[in-house]
């Protein structure tokens, strides 16, 4: 069965997310008020848009800590720009610290390639192999950078114990998993590579 991806749809760039979920045969659906926490789904994508703003709506709606108690719990979330932000001060369930508009504001937002964790083993072997992590879950080694799209992004400065760096920038990590937690500064949605969307699927138990 087609797992059910929800997407918070509060504010920000939710469209894009629901999108390429359903391109990749998830079916998504919109959390906008209390009542649709009480419907199934599978895992959370919290979207780029203002993190105040979708806190404060949060809040406001009644939403904030029964979505922050299912995330702690172990509910599948993928947090991207704002998103990230979300887990990591506001719910508090991602320990990274991280340091807003790092990379510029919108009118210095910009395109740029990263390097996937595993790339400079992938380089040493000269060949593609599969790893297991400690939950269980394998991922394939990838040697071809991962296309980054920065708006107004937050910059991870450091990682808590047990958070691992998935991508980075220059050294920088850019995109980190805790758990079942996948987190990045930059916006997924917006360009056509879906490793980061197939990792998070592969939480899904």
């Known amino acids: 069965m087609s797992p059910t991806i929800a997407v918070l749809a509060l504010q920000g760039a939710f469209i ?4 390429r979920l359903q391109s990749l045969g998830c079916a ?5 008020q209390a009542a649709d926490l009480e419907r ?11 993190s105040t703003v979708q806190a404060k709506l949060l809040h406001d709606l009644g939403m904030f800590e029964p979505l922050r108690q299912r995330i702690a719990e172990g509910l599948p979330a993928l947090g991207t ?4 932000i979300l887990l990591a001060d506001h719910f508090r369930t991602l320990p990274v610290t991280v340091r807003r508009n790092a990379y510029g504001r919108q009118l210095g937002s910009f395109h740029a390639e990263g390097c996937w964790k595993e790339e400079q083993e992938v380089e040493k072997a000269r060949e593609p192999a599969d790893t297991t992590d400690d939950s269980g879950t394998r991922t394939a080694l990838a040697p071809d950078p991962i ?8 910059r991870i400065e450091a990682l808590g114990p047990g958070v691992e760096p998935l991508v980075t920038l220059s050294g920088t990590p850019v995109a980190v998993r805790h758990r079942k937690q996948i987190a990045a500064a930059f916006h997924p949605e917006l360009d056509p590579d879906n490793r980061l969307y197939e990792m998070f699927l592969g939480l899904i138990a």
């Open 16 to 19: 894009e997310h629901e999108q």
């Open 28 to 32: 998504a659906i919109e959390l906008r």
């Open 40 to 50: 199934s789904f599978d895992g959370v994508v919290l979207p780029g848009g203002e």
């Open 81 to 84: 720009c704002a998103g990230l």
């Open 147 to 154: 296309p980054l799209t920065f708006i107004r992004a937050p």
